[in-house]
C-alpha cells in the first residue's frame, strides 16, 4: 500500500514524498489486478472452449461470469482507487497520482476504468449486432473489437498500475512486484495470443503468413514488458506464462465431460474442446533476452535490428520443424492436442488439421511475406523498447 | 391474340422476394401425430440465422406430461448427432400448450423431433423446418445516439488519459508538471486524437463492409426464375443461380425431388385483380428447364410462383411476372386445375359472399347468401364451397384454423371428397400486392415432401429398416396423405405474416373434378 513512512527525517519536501509514496509491500490493487485479469484470460479460453464444446446458448455461462467477474473486480477497484486519491488529505497519495477531468489517480487505475466502460459499451453494440447479423457468426467482428479495446484498456491498466508501484518500489518488494508484472505481461501476451490464434495454426507453420502475423504484436509486447521489467530474463519468463496457462488449458479442460447443446453437431464432441498447442514463444524470446544482455546500453535501433531478426529466425527455425511434427501422427495425442475438433467442424474437415495451407499462391508472394515479416519483427522491436522504456519511467 | 403470334417474345422475369419456403411467410405450421397425441406446432422462425425461433405446441389429446424437442438437418453431416433435447414449459392456463425456444445457429432445411411423454405413452414427429436469414436490422435512433455518446466520452477519455500519462506520468512523486512536460503533452493529445480518428475512419469503413459481406452471405435470395412463352403455347422455365444457395451445397443446394408427385407447382395468378387462377405442373425438360403445355389461358399480366423442394428438403418458392395474350393451349389434364373469380375487394370478405370455380371449368358464378359469418363460394358445377369462418377479425401472426366444406348441388355437405396429389386439400394465400404467398396443406405450411424425408430420418434412428435409396415422394407414399373418404370438413393450419388484404384459393377434389373455392379476408 502507498504508505506511512513519518516525514520527519530533513529532506527537500518533494524528496520527502518520493519516499512516503514508496511500495514497502504489495500494494492491495495489484492483488485485484493479479485476480481480476486472470479471472478475464481463463474467462475467455473457457468461453471460446464453451463456443467449441457447447455452443453459446446463453449469456449467463459459467465462462461469461468469469470475464464479467474480472471486469466488474477492476471497475470497482480503479473506481475506489481513483475517488480514493481525488478526495484523499494524504499528500503522498495525491502526489503519485494525475489529474484527468478534475479526478486525480494512478494512470494505470484509469486506464483500466476506461477499459471497463469500453467493454459495457461492446455489450449493446454486440447485442445489436448478434441480432442483426446472426449469432457468433465470427470472431471478429467489429463489436467483438471493441471488447477486445476493453480487456487491452483493463490489461494494460493493470500493467501500469503495477509497474509504477514496482519502479517506486525498492528491494524485496521490487522484486516480488516484477515478478507480479511479468505474470500480468504473460496474460497480456495471451490475450493477444487469442486474437490471432485463426493464423498460429500448425496447418500455417509453412507459410509466411504465420510469421507475418506473429510478428506485428508479439515482438512489441515481448520486449516491451521484458524491458520495463529490468529482469535479465523477462522475455522467456512472459513468454513462458503465455504458454503454461495455454498448456494447462490444453491438458486441464479435456478431463471435463460437455456435449454440444446446440445443433446442427458435426463432431460428436464427449469433452472439452480446447484451443490447439501455444505457439513456442519461450525459444525467440530466450533468443531477445540473450540480445537484450549482450547489447545492453547500446543504440536502440541497432538492439531493435538484431534483436527482432534473431526473433523471426529462432522462431522460423524452430516452427519450421515443429510445424511437419504437429501434422504428423506423433501429435495427435492429449500433449499436443492434435485430437481435438470443435463440434462445428464436420468429420470431412478433420484430415485438412493434418496438411499445410499454402496461404501464399507462390514462391514469390512467399519470400515476399517473410520479407514483411522481418520488417515487421524489426519496428515492432522497435517499438516494443520504446514502450518498454516509457513504462520503465512511470511513476505514479 | 394468339399465344402463338407472338411466340418467342418473351418476357420473363422476376421479382426474387426474399423469403425461401413461400414468400413472405416464413413461420412454420404443422399438424402431427406423435404417438397417441395429435400436435399442433407454431414456430416463428428468427429474422436472422443464427437466431432464436419461438416454438409453440398444443396437444388436442389430452395427458401430454411433457414435451422435449431437438433440433438437427434433415440431410448431410449435421443430421447424425442430435444435441440433447430441450424441455418445452408448459402453459400455467393450459397444461396442454407448451413453448420454448430453438436455436438455428445456420441456414438450412432442419427438422425439429418433438418428443411428447404422457399419460399414453411417447410419440415423435419430426417438424421440417426450413430456416433462411431475412434481413438485417437496422440500429434503433436511440440505441444509436447511446453508442455515439459512449464514443465521444471514450475518444476524449483516452486522450485525456494518455496526455495526463504524458504530462505527470514520469514525475517522481511530489513534482510538479513543468512547461516542457505540459507542452509535450499537447503534443501526445493531439497526436493521439490522430491516431484515435485513423482508427475511428478505419473501423467505420470495416464495420460497413463487415455488415456488407455478411448481409450478402446470410441473407436469403430466391433463385431467379426465367419464365418465356414458347410456340406451341408452351411455357419455358429456367431456374437461375444463387449464391446462397452454392454457397450451402449440403443442406440446401441439392437437386430437386418431386412433391405430390410432381417436381415443380406452377401457380400464374393473373394481376392485380387476382381473378384468374391457375395450378399447373410442368415437365422437367433439358437443360434442367421445365416446360409446361398451357391450358386455354385469359390474356392478361401474370404473377407466376413456382414451388420447389430439394433432396435437403429445403423448399423455394421463385417468382417471376409475365405478359401472356389470350392462349388456346390445350384441354386441363392430370393435376392441372383453374379458377376464375371476381377481383380482389375488401368488400366480398364481408359475411356474405366469394366466388370460385372448378378444375376444366372458369364460368361465371353466381352469388348467395350465408346467414353466419360464413363465406361462400359458388363454384360453376353448381356446388359451394364454404369458409366456416368464426364471426370477428382476423389477426395476423397468430395460427389460425381454415375450415372449409363443399356443398353438392342440394345444399347437402359433401362428405365424399377424393384426394387431390394425395392431399384432402390444397389452399394458396395470396396478398394483394403479391408480397405473400403461401402454399398450405391440411398437415400445414411445410412442403410434404420435407415431412416425409425428415419422417425417414425418423424410422432410421427408431432402427425401423429404412430404405437405401434417396427416398422418393409419390402421391402414393406422401406422409399426411389422404387415403379413405374425406369430408366433409377440410381445414388448414396457417397464420398471415402481416395484416392486409388476402385472396384464398382452396382446392378439394370431388367426382374427379379439382373444385377452387375463392375467398378474400381482410387481415387486421
Known sequence: MAQTVPFGISAPSAERTRIAAQATSIPWFVWSGIISVSSICFGLYWDISWHMTIGRDTFWTPAHLLIQFGGILAAVTCTYLIFSTTFSHDPAVQSSSVKVWGFRGPIGAFLTAWGGVTMVTSAPFDNWWHN???????????PHV??????????????????????????????????????????????HMILISEYSDARFMHSAVFYRVLMLVTPLLIMGYATASEHKWGATIVASVYMAVELAGLWILPLFAAQPKLGPVYTNVTHMVPMGFPVLLIFPAFAFDLVRARLAGRNKWLLALVAGTAYLLTLILIHWTFGSFMISPLARNWFFGMIYFPYQEPASMHQLAYQFEKYEPTRAAFFQGLGLAWVFAFLSTRVGIAFGGWLLKVRR | MKTNRIAWLVLSILIAEPLAAHIGSPDVFFQGDAGPYHLVVSIRTPQMVPGVAEIQIRSSTPGVKQIKIVPLYIVGEGSKYPPPPDVLLPSKDDPQFFSGKLWLMASGSWQVRVEADGDAGSGTIAVPVPAAARS????????????????????AGIVSILGAARREGQLEPGQQAGPTQKRAARFVMAGALMIVAAVLAGGAFWWKTAAANLSNRMIYTAPELFVSLVPGDQMLLRIGDSKWHTRRPDTVATPLMPDHGHLMHLFLIRTPQMDRFYHLHPMPDKGGAFLDDLPPIAAGHYQVFADIVRVSGFPDTLSAQIDIPETTGKPLSGDDSTASAPPISADSQSPKEASGASAKDTGSVKDTKDAQANLISSLPDGTRMIWERAPGPLPANQLLWFKFRLEDTNGKSVANLEPYMGMAGHAEFVRSDLSVF?????DGSVPMAAVQLADATLAKNAAIPASSNPPTTTEMNMPGMATGPIGPEVSFPYGFPKPGLYRIFVQVKYNGRVETGVFDAQVK
Open chain 1, 146 to 191: 471493441v471488447l477486445g479495446w476493453g480487456i487491452l484498456g483493463v490489461g494494460i491498466g493493470y500493467l501500469v498500475l503495477v509497474v509504477s508501484a514496482k519502479n517506486r518500489a525498492t528491494g524485496a518488494v521490487r522484486a516480488k512486484l516484477t515478478w507480479l508484472f511479468l505474470y500480468l505481461a504473460g496474460l497480456g501476451l495471451m490475450l
Open chain 2, 136 to 155: 438485417t436490422m437496422p440500429m434503433q435512433k436511440s440505441l444509436g445516439a447511446l453508442l455515439a455518446g459512449l464514443m465521444v466520452l471514450l475518444v
Open chain 1, 132 to 142: 442483426s447479423f446472426g449469432l457468433d457468426v465470427e470472431i471478429l467482428s467489429p
Open chain 2, 438 to 442: 403461401a402454399h398450405v396443406h391440411p
